[in-house]
């Protein structure tokens, strides 16, 4: 039986959008903002995915927020 930790991270911001954004947030090089914006580089939560997925949690969006953003991970407990 795994034990995991759930971290939340939430922020005020404008949100994401529902729809097809939501489904593409977690893939590289993917940004809300328009592709000749230099802001960000689409590949934060890509490289946040891989590392919690590599250590067998999973990560998500919190989609019951009215405003902002709340990304959501698991953490495997170490067994000792």
Known sequence: ?????????ADD???????????????????????NSTENTGIGLAMVKKIVEGEGGRIWLDDDRVTGACFCFTWLKPIK
């Open 13 to 35: 911001g404008p949100g994401i959008p529902a729809g097809e954004a939501r489904n593409r947030i977690f893939e590289i090089f993917q940004t809300l903002k328009p592709s």
């Open 1 to 9: 039986m795994n034990i995991e930790y759930q971290f939340s991270i």
